[in-house]
């Protein structure tokens, strides 16, 4: 007799007190991710999460009652998962939902924010902090106050497009004035906007200034990471946009020593896709896997600062790695991802290469798999001595060692401008395992 497995829907209303195979998380948070906040679950360890998730940037950046950014999926606590442990989470599938979206490079508008425009949006006319919006007509000037009626979006797009996709989702083609403006009138629908979701679409702004651009689609999560230690605005959850929260003018301002508590969530690297296998650090108890920003396709860098983010549904399934005391993300990418010096070599390279290693004395040669360790920093400067470092805490090595690894056998690849990195580089099987990672390099390349 077959078992089936025990599905629930986390509501507002209930929250599973016993440990679940499979939870279906479809409600979202403000924009802030506070550990002093109950979390869904527990999820099993070696369960699953299926998650609905909503546009990010864009949206969440024209509704200032979103003090975060972004709007991402309340956290799910994994059973057995404790500070110190960490959490691999396997990304099963990514399917987008949306029909079409928009986006482009944004510009702030003075006065309608105190300090920080993603988390402290203030109405320009009634004063009120983090205000209740709404829709009213299409275009730039359609976001407005509900109390006044006054303009209250922080930002505007400076240059932007709005793109559709085939029903596949396979690739996208961005539209002109009259499409746009036509798909704006129903933008929640060409969204496909979550119930659950308060943000005002982008897609209601009808930007149009690239037409018939076409673009292929990759998806993966812009955010999937674990809950921080102390309460960080979602899309802050990382060393660069942290930056902005130290000695800030408004309620979410932290010291520079404070940093040290995110968990660099919110990465932005195009390899957290299906396939990929993410380890997050476990910095408070139950861990709180929370996700969103799914982008539909980004370049490396997300250099215009945006992309285009879409809503989606995703399967994660998770395993709770014990004692492994990471403080950020390790990342075993699929192989089509890895940098070509960074690719397990083939049976016919390792005989040659032992070949030339007995002509010369040298009796065995190293075996070796991929790894990505994630840096974040105030800059691509700062991302990249941040993980060097992680990465010699991690295997027990000099960074002097690691440099010259992701020189010979590797990369240093950029997620986000300006702060975020992978160090990918081929790592010794030993040191892997000594770090109970092997299994997992193993099960993710034929090494």
């Known amino acids: 007799m077959t078992t089936q497995p025990n599905l629930r829907q986390a509501t507002d209303k209930e929250q599973a007190t016993e440990a679940c195979q499979s939870l279906h998380v479809n409600q979202f948070t403000d924009g802030v991710l506070d550990p002093a906040q109950p979390m869904l679950g527990p999820v099993s360890d070696g369960g699953e999460i299926v998650a609905t998730t909503a546009p990010g940037c864009w949206g969440p950046m024209l509704t200032p009652c979103l003090r975060g950014g972004h709007e991402v999926t309340i956290p799910v606590a994994v059973a057995g998962a ?7 989470i396997r990304i099963k599938e990514i399917k987008v939902t949306s029909l079409a979206t928009a986006s482009g490079t944004d510009a702030m508008i003075d006065g309608r924010f105190d300090g920080d425009p993603f988390v402290a949006g203030r109405c320009p006319q009634c004063g ?59 933008a929640n629908h060409y969204a496909a906007m979550p119930e659950n979701s308060v943000q005002n679409s982008v897609l209601a702004l009808a930007p149009h200034d690239l037409v018939g651009m076409l673009a292929r689609l990759r998806p993966f999560l812009g955010q999937l990471g674990t809950t921080p230690a102390i309460a960080l605005p979602d899309s802050h959850n990382a060393g660069d946009f942290g930056q902005f929260l130290i000695g800030a003018p408004h309620e979410m301002a932290i010291t520079e020593e404070q940093l040290v508590h995110r968990t660099d969530g919110h990465m932005d690297i195009d390899a957290v896709r299906a396939g990929a296998i993410l380890i997050c650090p476990v910095k408070v108890p139950g861990g709180g896997i929370y996700l969103g920003d ?132 081929l790592a010794p099987l030993e040191c892997l395992e000594r770090r109970g990672l092997l299994e997992l390099a193993q099960e993710q390349y034929t090494i």
């Open 294 to 425: 799914m982008h539909a396709l980004q370049g490396d860098g997300e250099i215009a600062g945006h992309t285009c983010d879409v809503a989606g549904i995703t399967t994660l399934q998770v395993n709770v790695l014990k004692g492994l005391n990471i403080d950020g993300p390790l990342l075993f990418p699929v192989p089509d991802d890895l940098p070509y010096l960074a690719k397990p070599f083939s049976s016919d390279e390792r005989t040659r290469a032992l070949a030339i290693a007995q002509s010369h004395g040298v009796k065995e040669i190293e075996q070796t798999a991929p790894i990505s360790v994630i840096g974040t920093g105030r800059d691509l400067n700062a991302a990249t001595d941040n993980g060097l470092e992680r990465a010699a805490t991690l295997l027990d090595m000099s960074v002097l060692e690691v440099r010259n690894r992701a020189t010979i056998n590797g990369a240093i690849e950029i997620g986000r401008h300006p702060g975020v990195v992978q160090v990918t580089f």
């Open 128 to 186: 009120t902090l983090n205000p209740k919006t709404r829709i009213d007509g299409i275009g730039q000037t359609a976001v407005h106050c509900k109390n006044c009626n006054a303009e209250a979006a922080p930002f505007k797009i400076s240059n932007g497009y709005t793109i559709a996709f085939d029903e596949q989702r396979g690739v996208g083609v961005t539209l002109d004035q009259e499409a746009a403006e036509n798909i704006a009138r129903d």
């Open 82 to 88: 404790e500070i110190g442990d960490a959490i691999a």
